[in-house]
């Protein structure tokens, strides 16, 4: 089974560029989240979604950022404009309607390696 | 506001002792604990879970402890092995209030010595 597919793996641009980040969650999973990785922060939750509806975005640093998904297998996290302090790992990750005892787990892409100069 | 905090950074043991790594939480409306182990370049990766209703889970090598009155569970690793060698974070839900998104600890890079 294919797991979440992240595209770019990496991607430098200059500030001011726009950015799209790329995500395709595991099929059948309902929930899909967009997190960052810096060294200042950890993992930290942007927004995610169930059934492709935004549930909490309250992690969204600011308007600059922006997350859609506009069907079931996809999602995108787009930064416009894009600024040095921004470059960080972005992952996606999904997660099934859980069952049972099953727990919450998500389930993590490689990430985008994103870096702005 | 760091609602999980996992204060040691780096932690080295030798292979075939016992590695702890140890995590603190301070919202007790987390009711699902999670551990997750990140090698470089790649995503984290579900290592065990623990619900509240529970103090110990236990699978293969790994065992987790959740101490609620504390506010604080870890992760016990035995024997360690060199390919353990990887960044662990701790992660906090709200699962059983509906909340699925998962709240995490800054990690502790583990580094386990031949």
């Known amino acids: 089974d294919a797991g979440v597919i992240q595209s770019p793996r990496h991607e430098v641009t200059e500030m001011g560029q726009e950015v799209t980040l790329r995500c395709k969650p595991i099929?059948?999973?309902?929930?899909l989240f967009w997190y960052r990785q810096t060294m200042m922060r950890g993992l930290e939750l942007l927004i995610y979604?169930?059934?492709?509806?935004?549930?909490?975005d309250s992690g969204m640093p600011e308007d600059r950022f922006s997350a859609k998904m506009p069907n079931a297998s996809f999602s995108t996290l787009k930064i416009q404009p894009s600024e040095p302090r921004d470059s960080a790992v972005y992952f996606c990750?999904?997660?099934?309607?859980?069952?049972?005892?099953?727990?919450?787990?998500?389930?993590f892409g490689e990430g985008s390696w994103l870096t702005v100069v | 506001d760091q609602q999980v905090k996992q204060n040691s950074p780096s932690l080295s043991v030798q292979e075939g002792r016992i590695s702890i790594l140890n995590c603190d939480y301070t919202?007790?409306?987390?009711?699902?604990f999670l551990w997750y182990k990140k090698y470089p370049a790649e995503g984290p990766t579900f290592l065990i879970s623990i619900s509240s209703i529970k103090d110990k889970n236990e699978d293969g090598r790994f065992t987790v402890f959740l101490n609620k009155s504390a506010k604080h569970l870890s992760l016990h690793i035995v024997p360690s092995q060199p390919g353990d060698s990887a960044v662990y974070f701790c992660?906090?839900?709200?699962?059983?209030?509906?909340?699925?998104?998962?709240?995490f600890g800054s990690g502790t890079r583990l580094q386990v010595q031949p």
């Open positions: 990750a999904s997660s099934p309607k859980e069952r049972g005892d099953s727990g919450n787990t998500i389930y």
């Open positions: 979604f169930n059934n492709n509806v935004p549930i909490d």
């Open positions: 099929s059948g999973h309902d929930y």
């Open positions: 992660a906090a839900s709200r699962r059983y209030t509906g909340r699925r998104a998962l709240t």
């Open positions: 919202n007790s409306m987390f009711d699902y």
